[in-house]
């Protein structure tokens, strides 16, 4: 089992910069791809980033490609999400999570076991 929290959400004008941290309880972090997913009002959770167990992957949306940056630290079981030049468009609930399966499937919602409860990203104009 693993519990996932995040914090450091807020608000923000665009063209600024923002980063959220997830952090996870219990020792087996390192097992885990951790992936970062967002969902605005009336629309479906979307994929943002993604990043390996050992940390050495990353995978982004092409929506914020060159733009964040998932990073990880296991000592600390804790995972990151930098978001720089952030746009009115990024608003919204970011969640992290956990997956134990395939991380080629990372970009997909059912590959993830666990979720955290989420903390909202608002860009103002």
């Known amino acids: 089992q693993v519990q996932l929290v995040e914090s450091g959400g807020g608000l923000v004008q665009a063209g600024g910069s923002l980063s959220v941290s997830c952090a996870a309880s219990?020792?087996?972090?390192?097992?885990?791809?951790m992936g970062w997913f967002r969902q605005a009002p009336g629309k479906e959770r979307e994929f943002v980033a993604a990043i390996s167990s050992g940390g050495a992957y990353t995978k982004y949306a092409d929506s914020v490609k060159g733009r964040f940056t998932i990073s990880r630290a296991n000592a600390k079981n804790t995972v990151y999400l930098q978001m720089n030049r952030l746009k009115p468009e990024d608003t919204a609930v970011y969640y992290c999570?956990?997956?134990?399966?395939?991380?080629?499937?990372?970009?997909?919602?059912?590959?993830?076991?666990?979720w955290g409860q989420g903390t909202q990203v608002t860009v103002s104009s």
């Open positions: 219990g020792r087996t972090f390192s097992r885990y791809y």
């Open positions: 999570a956990a997956g134990s399966r395939s991380y080629s499937t990372a970009n997909d919602r059912g590959a993830y076991d666990y």
